[in-house]
């Protein structure tokens, strides 16, 4: 049994309970939930629903736990009730209603821990957006691993999402990035203001390859030629960088298209027509000051040149066209500031900015090698890249350690712990007890232990305190995926794989799923154990799945 089905079934016994008595059914909540006790001695799960309704109802909440505990214990599956306090109910199942989770698991495979908590909801997820002016640094590294892992955990909550990649090929960042390129096809220092790093001089011998005579060229028909052929080469090198990273989205866009369709003129008329638009000092300003912004913002310039807020609203804009109810923006630290003038541009289109705008904040990062920061990349020259963190820590360890901790948090990733074969190195920990899973199923074949069909499987059989302590860390999976979910927050599946590993790890000192020597007969014991360690690895190969990390047959 689930949380999940425990929770609506404490609340079921709460319905009865209060019909039973002719109390107002109304104060019910439409839901509740279950914790698990700190201290196991306590029981499986505890409820504070007394507590909660006691006062709604006009009843004592130790009357009302009692009387709920009278109920429960009636039900299918839960092997006693006790009541702690001022009304806290303390409740145990019995080994078969706890063990059947194994088998629901194994069954279930791949879906298992997906909700429908989000159904309904069409989420566009946008985040790296880096310009193509040079490869991926660590901040987008930091939101390629937790996007990605927040796309997978809100698709299988149930969310139809869209995931987008923009990038700016209309600024004054790829001009410079056009004349650091010119500046070294000639053989010159890059501009004051322009890019440096190996990337840019390899780059540019690229695109002398693709037009040999570009430096035969006038400048300003040079500095287009390095501009066309030297953003789509960096932008497919970024796009195959975040491939084999194994982030793919759904939509690049290219900021270049809404200039190019009249979409912000489309935006600048949507606005107007509110009624949040004045001009002033020649300028065409959008008065976001109405919905909370610290100042009004300008959206085209006395020159008549559009600013890049006035893109930022016609690409909101058309996200919105395309369907998605619900816009989700993923910006680094120092985009902190963005948040005001994206909400009140959000309300200045007539959107709730709390319901159909997010953007979320992601903290900086830094690599440590032996205690100091890791600085500049072989490649970048002065950020450290994607590569630089693939190459130190392997794809895994980084989508692990990155999607590991709360995104609003700063954090140091030591290369030497997150690339040790230890039990201090979580992801090593976390795909070690998936190997291991794999290699007990292996050897119970070996000895003759199978699964067969459902039917033959005996719950009851899991009774042993660290089997019921699995079984317990196993459900709780569902829950899990959704709030990481709800709460955007990915690293709680991670946290929560590493507590499922150490259960599993107990398990495994316990619990022998193969019988001990070649003589001794293979039981049913045997098999149910088989069941829980298959649904083990069930679960943290989901979990991992959700992080874009993999879950090793071997190690």
């Known amino acids: 049994m689930t949380p999940a089905k425990l929770a609506a079934t404490v609340l079921s016994a709460a319905r009865a309970v209060f019909e039973t008595r002719g109390l107002d059914t109304s104060a019910l909540p439409e839901a509740t939930t279950v914790e698990r006790p700190r201290n196991p001695e306590h029981g499986d799960y505890a409820s504070t629903l007394a507590l909660q309704l006691g006062k709604k109802a006009g009843?004592?909440?130790?009357?009302?736990?009692?009387?709920?505990?009278?109920?429960?214990?009636?039900?299918?599956?839960?092997?006693?009730?006790?009541?702690?306090?001022?009304?806290?109910?303390?409740?145990?199942?019995?080994?078969?209603?706890?063990?059947?989770?194994?088998?629901?698991?194994?069954?279930?495979?791949?879906?298992?821990?997906?909700?429908?908590?989000?159904?309904?909801?069409?989420?566009?997820?946008?985040?790296?957006?880096?310009?193509?002016?040079?490869?991926?640094?660590?901040?987008?590294?930091?939101?390629?691993?937790?996007?990605?892992?927040?796309?997978?955990?809100?698709?299988?909550?149930?969310?139809?999402?869209g995931t987008e990649y923009y990038f700016n090929d209309a600024g004054s960042q790829i001009d410079r990035f056009a004349k650091s390129l010119y500046a070294s096809a000639k053989g010159e220092p890059a501009p004051e203001d322009g890019y440096g790093g190996a990337y840019i001089a390899e780059i540019a011998t690229a695109v002398v390859a693709e037009a040999p005579d570009v430096l035969n060229l006038g400048e300003p028909e040079a500095l287009e030629t390095f501009r066309r052929i030297g953003v789509d080469l960096m932008f497919a090198e970024i796009k195959q960088s975040l491939s084999d990273f194994g982030v793919h989205f759904d939509t690049y866009f290219n900021e270049k298209d809404l200039h190019d369709r009249g979409e912000l003129q489309e935006a600048l008329d949507r606005l107007r027509e509110q009624g949040h638009i004045f001009e002033a000092d020649g300028a065409t300003w959008l008065r976001t000051t109405d919905f909370g912004d610290d100042k009004d913002r300008v959206l085209r310039?006395?020159?008549?040149?559009?600013?890049?807020?006035?893109?930022?609203?016609?690409?909101?804009?058309?996200?919105?066209?395309?369907?998605?109810?619900?816009?989700?923006?993923?910006?680094?630290?120092?985009?902190?500031?963005?948040?005001?003038?994206?909400?009140?541009?959000?309300?200045?289109?007539?959107?709730?900015?709390?319901?159909?705008?997010?953007?979320?904040?992601?903290?900086?990062?830094?690599?440590?090698?032996?205690?100091?920061?890791?600085?500049?990349?072989?490649?970048?020259?002065?950020?450290?890249?994607?590569?630089?963190?693939?190459?130190?820590?392997?794809?895994?360890?980084?989508?692990?350690?990155?999607?590991?901790?709360?995104?609003?948090?700063?954090i140091n990733l030591d290369i030497a712990v997150w690339t040790r074969a230890s039990n201090d190195n979580p992801v090593y920990y976390v795909q070690y007890s998936a190997a291991r899973a794999a290699n007990v199923a292996r050897n119970a074949r070996d000895k003759g232990v199978h699964r067969g069909d459902a039917a033959g499987f005996k719950?009851?059989?899991?009774?042993?305190?660290?089997?019921?302590?699995?079984?317990?860390?196993?459900?709780?999976?569902?829950?899990?995926?959704?709030?990481?979910?709800?709460?955007?927050?990915?690293?709680?599946?991670?946290?929560?794989?590493?507590?499922?590993?150490?259960?599993?790890?107990?398990?495994?000192?316990?619990?022998?799923?193969?019988?001990?020597?070649?003589?001794?007969?293979?039981?049913?014991?045997?098999?149910?154990?088989?069941?829980?360690?298959?649904?083990?690895?069930?679960?943290?190969?989901?979990?991992?799945?959700?992080?874009?990390?993999?879950?090793?047959?071997?190690?």
């Not at 109920?71 to 806290?88: D, M, T």
């Not at 989700?328 to 120092?334: F, K, P, Q």
């Open 459 to 555: 719950p009851e059989l899991l009774s042993h305190e660290k089997e019921n302590e699995l079984l317990k860390a196993l459900g709780e999976y569902p829950d899990v995926v959704a709030r990481s979910a709800a709460l955007r927050e990915p690293h709680h599946v991670a946290r929560y794989l590493e507590e499922v590993a150490g259960a599993y790890h107990r398990f495994y000192d316990k619990c022998p799923v193969s019988p001990r020597s070649g003589d001794e007969p293979v039981t049913d014991v045997n098999v149910a154990r088989l069941w829980l360690n298959d649904a083990t690895r069930t679960v943290i190969a989901n979990g991992l799945a959700l992080l874009g990390v993999s879950a090793p047959e071997r190690m």
């Open 59 to 161: 009843v004592a909440p130790r009357e009302l736990a009692a009387a709920l505990a009278e109920e429960l214990g009636r039900q299918p599956g839960v092997k006693s009730v006790e009541i702690a306090g001022p009304g806290f109910l303390n409740i145990r199942l019995d080994a078969a209603a706890a063990g059947v989770l194994a088998r629901d698991i194994v069954l279930a495979g791949a879906e298992y821990g997906h909700t429908d908590t989000l159904a309904g909801e069409h989420i566009n997820l946008e985040f790296v957006s880096a310009n193509p002016t040079g490869p991926v640094h660590i901040g987008g590294v930091r939101w390629a691993a937790v996007g990605d892992a927040l796309s997978r955990l809100l698709r299988a909550a149930g969310a139809t999402v």
């Open 301 to 410: 310039k006395s020159d008549g040149d559009w600013t890049y807020f006035a893109a930022d609203c016609a690409y909101y804009l058309d996200k919105r066209k395309r369907g998605f109810e619900r816009v989700v923006i993923m910006l680094g630290a120092d985009h902190h500031g963005y948040i005001g003038r994206m909400k009140a541009m959000a309300a200045c289109f007539g959107d709730d900015p709390q319901k159909n705008l997010e953007i979320l904040i992601g903290q900086l990062v830094n690599l440590v090698r032996d205690g100091e920061p890791v600085r500049m990349s072989k490649r970048a020259g002065t950020v450290i890249t994607l590569e630089d963190f693939v190459e130190a820590l392997g794809v895994d360890a980084t989508r692990y350690a990155l999607a590991r901790y709360s995104s609003d948090s700063p």
